[in-house]
């Protein structure tokens, strides 16, 4: 028996040893290998990491944990005569999790090029785009994990994405290309998480979620193209043009009518559509204190689900099953899914000034679909507005910033405080809250809304050690 036990020990002591040298220390590996390979006088390497405690408590309620976890994060940047090499990784502890998973994750592993006037990255790379600070306009390429939402730290939603990167410069201008082989959209939460985007709805009908599945195909693949004027007075303009699918999905619906013994019920698939996109960015500095920034993104064919029936018939289906199934029998199998495509422009107005030793944002967003029709879910018009304030005391060594996003339909609100404080030089720590706020809304509003996240408005304390 006990010998068995010493066996089993090593079995899996194996396996999680080829888990993580292949996931986490491979690439390390190929880096300090190639190194190896050069001469000292032609290579130059440095490491630098990060570790990081983040425990979120909610106010409400029972006052659970909203999450908590240990990152170990860990960058290796190298110069050989090539190129350069980077690779970013991150090892996360999520202890308030029952399982308490251990995930690693491959953030950047890239390699950049340089000519004398271009330069090309090949490889897992973060790609951001864009001026809006309260919501993601042109700023689509790179995925986002939104699993625990707003329990992470903007710089730490974003995620590499698969891609060939080249840029050339004329002068202060350039033009870059970016060529993307394999669709990426962002991660989001398991249906039942207490972050899943779409309201849960209590009808005696059951609704299932269902994942896209992964697998490469031709038509996966995604282009994007952007050039930059870079105007030697105070004027700055990105232009972008783009074959790309938004990160963000709309449901498919598949009806399952009664089959004996299984009851009716209804899918949801998670569903993508790649569309030619064109968009801009502005940014115009007037005087020392004061920036306009204006950006927008035309999506030609953009998703939407629609109902054959009307949200109140729907509302009355959630009381009594009888209702629910005579309103399922008024829909019928489709080959679309009720997805239709449409016209969409994402819109964003803002001006950003410097006052009281205080850096104000202020930000207008306007979502607009074209060739409206009635019956579908969202609607035509979504306005939403942001406001961003940052001050720093003590020298610079404390930060105290405010954060918040009011939607104007729904009258749903989001609103972060928080202040960081560094005790000494790459060590900080930093408190703060998060409250989401609303009054309840129907389950069929089409759009995202954070009343239903009234209940996990939570405080947080984040300790980090740079290295």
Not at 15 to 28: D, G, R, S, T, V
Not at 201 to 213: K, L
Not at 240 to 248: D, S, T
């Amino acid at each position: 028996m006990i010998k068995l036990q010493l066996i089993l020990e090593k079995y899996y002591i194996n396996k999680f040893c080829f888990y993580y040298i292949h996931l986490f220390a491979l690439p390390f590996l190929s880096v300090l290998l190639i190194n190896g390979l050069i001469s000292p006088v032609q290579a130059q390497s440095n490491i630098n990491g990060l570790l990081q405690n983040y425990s979120a408590v909610q106010t409400t309620g029972d006052h659970e944990f909203v999450a908590g976890r240990n990152r170990l994060r860990l960058q290796l940047n190298s110069s050989i005569s090539a190129g350069n090499i980077f690779v970013e990784t991150d090892i996360l502890h999520q202890y308030a999790r029952r399982d308490e998973d251990i995930e690693i994750i491959l953030r950047e592993a890239y390699f950049d090029k340089y000519y004398t006037n271009s330069d090309i990255r090949i490889g897992r790379q973060i790609i951001s785009w864009g001026r809006a600070t309260g919501g993601f306009v042109t700023d689509i390429l790179s995925p986002v994990d939104l699993r625990e939402f707003l329990t992470q730290d903007p710089a730490d939603l974003r995620l590499g994405l698969t891609a060939i990167n080249y840029q050339r410069y004329y002068g202060s201008n350039s033009l870059q290309l970016i060529f993307n082989p394999v669709f990426e959209p962002d991660r989001l939460p398991k249906p039942g998480s207490r972050w899943f985007p779409v309201q849960e709805i209590p009808t005696p009908i059951p609704f299932n979620y269902v994942r896209q599945e992964d697998g490469f195909q031709l038509s996966d693949v995604q282009l994007a193209a952007r050039y930059g004027l870079r105007s030697p007075s105070s004027l700055d303009l990105d232009i972008m043009l783009m074959y790309w699918a938004h990160p963000m999905p709309a449901y498919a619906l598949n009806i399952n009518p009664f089959n004996f013994p299984n009851p009716p019920s209804v899918d949801l698939y998670e569903s993508y559509h790649a569309s030619p996109m064109g968009g801009f960015s502005l940014e115009w500095i007037i005087g020392d204190r004061w920036k306009v920034q204006t950006e927008q993104l035309f999506v030609y064919e953009r998703l939407f689900t629609f109902l054959p029936v009307s949200v109140n018939r729907l509302e009355q289906a959630l009381e009594d099953l009888p209702t629910a199934l005579q309103v399922l029998q008024e829909f019928e199998v489709r080959d679309d899914g009720y997805l239709l495509k449409k016209p969409w422009l994402h819109s964003m107005a803002g001006i950003e000034t410097d006052q009281w030793n205080t850096l104000i944002s202020l930000q207008f967003y306007l979502e607009t679909i074209f060739n409206y029709e009635d019956r579908i879910l969202p609607q035509q018009l979504f306005p939403y507005v942001t406001l961003l304030a940052n001050r720093a005391f003590l020298r610079d060594r404390l930060q105290i910033s405010s954060t918040g996003r009011y939607n104007f339909y729904a009258e749903d609100f989001w609103f972060q405080l928080q202040g960081v404080y560094e005790i000494d030089d790459g060590f900080e720590i930093a408190l703060g809250t998060n409250l989401f706020g609303g009054e309840p809304i129907t389950p069929f509003y089409g759009h995202f809304t954070f009343n239903q996240f009234r209940e996990n408005s939570f405080i947080f304390s984040r300790i980090s050690v740079y290295f």
